[in-house]
């Protein structure tokens, strides 16, 4: 397995999509924190079939271990994504298996994961964000975690390069930066939200997670409600054959418990009429009066 380094999820993103440009499926194993920043950056970035989000704040389930994020390639030049906890159950210590192409494995990851993913390439991640030193890191410091992972086989040796093209990789990857930061201005700006923002808004408020709670029975159209308010642009709907609302945003579906898969039940409540009005009127009346 070898090493890699990044400068942040923004650049894993980019890195994974590549490879599902080139028809690969690639699988990134990292805790919450990053997995939900690199979940939000490639859907910003990228165009992705979110099938199945399945992760919430470790205050709502009580789950702090590892998350497989999967990229699945499609012919269309599109790929799909999955999501969710590397363990079948919270609490176990049996991680799931998966058969991809390539995949990037956090540093600290638990290291009977490799055992359970089968991949032609497989790389072990370590992101400079994570760096205790929040400066920018440059590998150069006494302490840095990251100095003694560099191989010097991957390393640019300067006085074999040829320096106009490598000013010119220099100039490319500052250009992309100044993009992406463009891009995050813009969302910032115009109350854009991503993934992590509302899960982390769910924690604060509501959590932490009691699957007893009334938010999850009669008090979810309310909550939806609630997210709808505080993270507008979204849309609610009602799953017709469970009973429940939940809010979406962005394409990725929520409730008190976090992520929640999507549905082909889903009908969105503002087209909930044409769907079956008396049904609708009977909601109203049991749900929500």
């Known amino acids: 397995m070898r090493n890699l380094i990044v400068e ?13 440009a080139e028809g690969y499926d690639t699988l990134a194993v990292l805790f919450y924190d990053d997995a939900v920043k690199l979940v939000s950056d490639i859907l910003l970035v990228g ?21 497989y994020v999967d990229l699945k390639a499609m012919t269309d030049g599109t790929c799909d994504m999955f999501v969710a906890p590397a363990k079948s159950e919270y609490g176990t210590k049996e991680y799931l298996t998966d058969s991809v192409d390539i995949a990037y494995i956090d540093g600290d990851a638990h290291s009977s994961i490799v055992k359970k ?25 006494d302490e840095c975690p990251f ?21 010119y990789f220099k100039s490319l990857i500052d250009f992309i930066r100044d993009v992406t930061k463009e891009i995050r201005d813009y969302f910032t700006e115009h109350e854009l939200f991503t993934t992590e923002d509302i899960l982390e808004f769910i924690a604060r408020r509501f959590g932490p997670y009691d699957e007893d709670s009334e938010w999850m029975r009669s008090n979810c159209y309310y909550f939806a409600a609630i997210l709808n308010e505080r993270f507008p642009g979204g849309r609610i709907y ?26 082909e039940d889903f009908v969105a409540w503002d087209n909930f009429d044409e769907y079956d009005s008396y049904q609708k009127d009977r909601i109203i009346r049991d749900c929500i009066m």
């Not at 993913?117 to 410091?141: G, R, T």
């Open 47 to 67: 165009e992705i079939n979110p099938i199945e989000i399945d992760i919430s704040h470790p205050d709502l389930n009580g789950y702090s271990d590892e998350y």
């Open 238 to 263: 009602y799953d017709v054959v469970v009973g429940h609302f939940v809010y979406e945003y962005g394409g990725v579906f929520y409730d008190y418990s976090g992520v929640i898969p999507f549905s």
């Open 147 to 167: 100095a003694d992972l560099i191989d010097e086989d991957d390393v640019l040796d300067d006085e074999d390069e040829d320096s106009e093209e490598e000013d």
């Open 8 to 20: 942040n999820t923004i650049e894993l993103a980019e890195l994974m999509l590549e490879d599902a």
């Open 117 to 141: 993913i089968e991949a032609e390439d497989m790389y072990e991640v370590n992101i400079i964000d994570d760096c205790d030193d929040e400066e920018e890191c440059d590998l150069d410091c």
